[in-house]
């Protein structure tokens, strides 16, 4: 157990982090509300994971240079605050950005509030490092994110709406699964990726296991 | 040496705590109310386009628009921002004629609330077209209703006239069932769709009988 | 139906919208309480019971909130409320029911970030609900959730005797049950028509 009170230096790994091996979402199971209500096509997605990032990366930074002002008793409630405000600031600059996104993404963009992804690097991270690695990391969590909901968002709307980003691809032919897109279709691709996840590392412990005993041998 | 070890640091009086958290909250009040400042001019401007695109989609000769509160008392024109209070709203043409009235409307469809905004002619006593403002239909089969040519050939003119003493309509307008169309005042179902389809002839019906008698009564008011 | 009916509201906020299965609100105790039928059943009463809470208080502030247009400040107004409220209800059972504190207990804090919660309190002010509704709808809600919980363990107390493969991660597995649970609900859009 590495002491907390002695900040990481900073380097590559405080950014990708949050990309692979601590991905908010398939390594560590957090943020799956937003992760499967918004990601019926990319576009969405891309723009909840966006929003998500902005938050993370403010709240982030003021979490970690108010550090010392805040008290333990009352760091939660202090957090839940900040990072509420930055939604709401997030929610309204969408809504002046683009209102059909808004509509799109509905009260789900509020709902980045209990994203336990923020209020888990604010407590874990941001609270106990210096801000330039607080902002890096969150920034690796927020990509991290963003690129889980774009794995599920990109696959839902190619099957579910036979397009990508609003484009269609297959022709009128085409005959879309549409069950993808609505809620279900959600549920089973976010299975279907958390299995590849886990085939990928049971390859990898049995290839290490084979590489020990011929070392052994 | 009298060093003294140092000791956990006691925990802060309540004042502090108190006084922490209400810095924590005026300041991001602040930020808030700044963020809401700057962008009020943005969201109102995207709110009145979408109006207005819904607007002239259901009256397509119609090249203005006016904000109308219509109801038993009669009709009270607003301002061009009040959208959200308004529940009527009135289209011209390029000389200022009134082509038009656009009325929002809703009822249940099949996964939930259907909303759409319809524009009735008052001289012609026509449904001339609906859009759908808001609704989570299944995609593939309920969101047709705005895309099958079939069902939006019922809009070319959808009749609502009054019966003769303007009370309500003559005709309560209906959906029926795909392939049964027999009068001017019926919607022919998208098959496979119909409970959507019925769900836009509720609206429509409940909405006309309610408000199509109050139009008439105050129709020479809409002028510009 | 009217689509303003009390009935309605229910309905819908219970099976045909289903907070977990179709809204996806509320996943992580969905995926994580889900284990036992008896932990599940408490679970839910206890979000029941948080959900009427903070739906009451949510439509209190709302209505401040409007009166003196600081609407820009309802979501940080909502959470800290919701929050408190939820502190509130734990000590008050703790003292005067020791016997439902020690059923609801360890749950109560698990809710008060639950998205379940504020999203219920979003929407009902994104529909405009009066206060029976909020109150049907937060009932609807919380029974919702409550059947969801109670459905997924019974499926996972049956599949404890099952043989999956081991690449098959819990999650992986607790998800794809998910998705057959959502698909079946589907079957119960148009209901009351």
């Known amino acids: 157990m590495k002491d907390p009170r002695i900040p990481d230096p900073l380097s590559w790994s405080v ?11 398939f390594v560590m199971l957090l943020g799956l509300c937003p992760l499967l209500a918004v990601t019926n096509t990319a576009m969405n997605a891309l723009a909840m994971g966006l929003a998500t990032t902005f938050v993370l990366v403010c709240s982030g930074t003021l979490v970690s240079l108010l550090q010392r002002v805040i008290p333990k008793q009352v760091r939660i409630a202090a957090y839940i605050i900040i990072i509420a ?17 808004h509509k799109a993404l509905g009260a789900f963009i509020q709902l980045i509030v209990v994203n336990c992804v923020i209020l888990g690097r604010a407590e874990a991270y941001a609270s106990k490092n210096p801000v330039v690695n607080a902002i890096v990391n969150a920034f690796g969590m927020g990509v991290g994110f963003t690129l889980a909901l774009l794995s599920l968002g990109i696959v839902r709307e190619i099957i579910g709406s036979g397009s990508l980003f609003g484009i269609d691809l297959f022709g009128a032919q085409f005959q879309p699964w549409a069950v993808f897109v609505l809620p279900p279709g959600g549920f089973f691709v976010l299975a279907f990726w958390l299995f590849v996840f886990s085939l990928m590392r049971k390859r990898k412990e049995t290839r290490a296991k084979q590489e020990e005993v011929a070392r052994a041998a | 040496m009298t060093e003294t070890a140092p000791v956990p640091t006691a925990s802060p009086s309540s004042l502090r705590l108190i006084a922490t958290l209400a810095g924590i909250a005026i300041m991001s009040g602040l930020l808030v109310a700044l963020a809401a400042e700057f962008t009020r001019e943005p969201i109102l401007k995207n709110r009145r386009e979408a109006l207005e695109k819904a607007v002239f989609t ?114 309560q307008i209906v959906t029926v069932k795909n392939g049964t169309k027999k009068h001017p005042w019926q919607i022919d179902a998208i098959s496979g769709a119909t409970v959507t389809s019925t769900a836009i002839g509720t609206a429509l019906q409940k909405s006309t009988t309610k408000l199509l008698p109050l139009i008439h009564k105050v129709e020479p008011e809409f002028a510009q | 139906m009217q689509p303003d009916s009390l009935t309605f509201i229910f309905l819908n906020a219970f099976v045909i919208n289903n907070f977990v299965l179709a809204m996806f609100l509320g996943l992580c105790p969905f995926l994580g309480v889900s284990g036992k039928i008896k932990t599940a059943a408490n679970m839910g009463l206890a979000v029941v019971f948080v959900m009427l809470v903070s739906s009451s208080s949510a439509y209190g502030i709302n209505l401040l909130l409007a009166k003196f247009k600081l609407e820009f400040l309802r979501l940080i107004c909502y959470i800290a409320v919701i929050a408190s409220a939820v502190q509130l209800v734990e000590m008050a059972i703790k003292k005067f029911s020791p016997a439902l504190f020690r059923a609801l207990g360890i749950f109560l804090p698990l809710i008060t970030t639950n998205c379940a919660i504020l999203g219920l309190a979003l929407f009902q002010t994104n529909r405009e609900y009066n206060f029976p509704q909020s109150l049907a ?57």
């Not at chain 2, 709203?89 to 609330?113: F, K, T």
């Not at chain 2, 989570?136 to 047709?144: H, I, K, M, N, V």
Request: glycine share 12%; charged share 15%.
């Open chain 1, 15 to 25: 950014f990708t982090q949050g990309i692979w091996r601590d991905n908010p979402v």
């Open chain 1, 85 to 101: 405000t930055f939604v709401t600031i997030v929610d309204y600059a969408i809504q002046a950005i683009s209102l059909d996104l």
């Open chain 2, 58 to 171: 259901v009256l397509p000769e119609a090249t203005a628009r006016k904000n109308f509160l219509l109801n038993e008392s009669g009709l009270t024109p607003l301002g061009d921002d009040a959208i959200s209070e308004a529940n009527c709203y009135a289209g011209y043409n390029e000389s200022g004629e009134l082509v038009g009235v656009a009325i929002e409307a809703s009822a249940r469809g099949y996964q939930d609330v259907v909303k759409i905004l319809y524009g009735y002619n008052p001289h012609t006593n026509c449904i001339l077209g609906f859009t759908v403002l808001q609704s989570s239909e299944t995609p593939g089969l309920g969101d047709r209703v705005e895309t099958d040519p079939d069902f939006l050939a019922n809009f070319a003119c959808l009749e609502a006239t009054l019966n003769e003493a303007g009370t309500d309509l003559k005709n």
């Open chain 3, 137 to 193: 709808f937060s009932v609807g809600a919380g029974a919702g959730f409550t059947l969801a919980l109670v459905l997924m363990a019974g499926l996972r107390e049956k599949l404890e005797l099952a043989d999956v493969p081991d690449v098959v991660t819990s999650a992986a597995l607790a998800l794809t049950l998910g998705g057959l649970l959502s698909l079946a609900f589907m079957g119960f859009a148009g209901l009351g028509g």
